[in-house]
């Protein structure tokens, strides 16, 4: 069972997330304001950004306003893989090895340069931007 808390946390995400989401999909399912994201990976990336900004009302604009400055750049496929590097980036041990590779590297300097620039836009504290 999850806490009410928790569960109100989820609810103001969705309820703010998958309108946007709709709203901005036009007739050839493309996003008017950049890329098309699953709801569920908008959600997941403004959880995961208010784990590390704060579980405050107002993280919850923030993030979703740094999810979106993203989805402006990328596709979702390059976000995943770009976020997924950036995440393992210091995964140590042999099965790290594929993730501090020069093409990995890259990827995830360019994603934290990307995300860097989105928290600033939004007003997410600059010693977040490090965390991820």
């Known amino acids: ?38 709801t569920e990976g908008r959600v997941e990336y403004v959880l995961g950004c208010m784990d590390d900004n704060g579980h405050d009302f107002v993280n919850v604009y923030k993030c979703s306003c740094a999810i979106d400055t993203i989805s402006k750049v990328l596709s979702y496929d390059d976000f995943v893989e770009q976020s997924t590097f950036s995440k393992y980036a210091t995964l140590g041990g042999e099965g790290g090895g594929e993730f501090r590779v020069d093409r990995a590297k890259a990827q995830t300097k360019k994603y934290r340069e990307l995300q860097r620039d989105a928290f600033k836009a939004c007003g997410i504290g600059q010693n977040a931007a490090a965390a991820k």
């Open 1 to 38: 069972m999850i806490p009410r808390s928790c569960a109100l946390t989820v609810l103001a995400c969705l309820s703010l997330i998958s309108p946007l989401s709709f709203a901005a999909t036009g007739a050839t399912g493309a996003s008017a304001q950049g890329h098309d994201y699953p």
